[in-house]
Antibody
Framework: EVQLVESGGGLVQPGGSLRLSCAASEFAFSSFSMSWVRQAPGKGLEWVAN????????FYVDSVKGRFTISRDNAKNSLYLQMNSLRAEDTAVYYC?????????WGQGTLVTVSS | QSALTQPASVSGSPGQSITISCTGSSSDVGSYNLVSWYQQHPGKAPNLVIY???KRPSGVSNRFSGSKSGNTASLTISGLQAEDEADYYC?????????FGGGTKLTVL
């Protein structure tokens, strides 16, 4: 069974940074595009970023461009999201999802809270 | 990167059918047959129920079906059951990026 396990969430002050990680197992990680999707408390899903299988292409939602960086390490079966200059509106559960635009597998999510 | 438009809520009685619409633009829904639908129960991660407009993943009930016409995609759930009560989200490829709908709360009366 496909497993995606996020980590790295927590409480951070506005302007701060966090790095999220997603450990993948039970599938050929290097063969799939991967994505981050977030959900603010009580709100809907928002696509954040995706990355091609070999990391050659990355796309971001406009609201995080220049602040967030998606990356991957295929040797470690891991996906990352470096989040800088965090804002209150970035507060959300961040999900790691398998796929670039259609997500057959999701992690359990990690909560990021941006507050002073 | 505007969110796709879904009705905020729909409802139906057990055994009935409901349809949830998802309206985008020529930049997303209208240009690609890459619309997917997700079911999300409270406190849980989303679950894929339809991909590529009308395909069902293994294990998803055939009561779930999808279609598309122009810039609008639709999810139909037939033979409503209590367990179908959840939030539903559409998602479309948008030329590299992706965009979700705002979500629809389905209430089974």
């Amino acid at each position: 069974e496909v497993q995606l396990v996020e980590s790295g969430g927590g409480l951070v002050q506005p302007g701060g940074s966090l790095r999220l990680s997603c450990a993948a197992s039970e599938f050929a990680f290097s063969s799939f595009s991967m994505s981050w999707v977030r959900q603010a408390p009580g709100k809907g899903l928002e696509w954040v970023a995706n990355i091609k299988q070999d990391g050659s292409e990355k796309f971001y939602v406009d609201s995080v461009k220049g602040r967030f960086t998606i990356s991957r390490d295929n040797a470690k079966n891991s996906l990352y999201l470096q989040m800088n200059s965090l804002r209150a509106e970035d507060t959300a559960v961040y999900y790691c999802a398998r796929g670039g635009y259609s997500y057959g597998s999701w992690g359990q999510g990690t909560l990021v809270t941006v507050s002073s | 990167q505007s969110a796709l438009t879904q009705p905020a809520s729909v409802s139906g009685s057990p055994g009935q059918s409901i349809t949830i619409s998802c309206t985008g633009s020529s930049s997303d829904v209208g240009s690609y047959n890459l619309v997917s639908w997700y079911q999300q129960h409270p406190g849980k991660a989303p679950n894929l129920v339809i991909y590529e407009v009308s395909k069902r993943p293994s294990g998803v009930s055939n009561r779930f079906s999808g279609s598309k016409s122009g810039n609008t995609a639709s999810l139909t759930i037939s033979g409503l059951q209590a367990e179908d009560e959840a939030d539903y989200y559409c998602c479309s490829y948008a030329g590299g990026s992706a965009v979700f709908g705002g979500g629809t709360k389905l209430t089974v009366l």
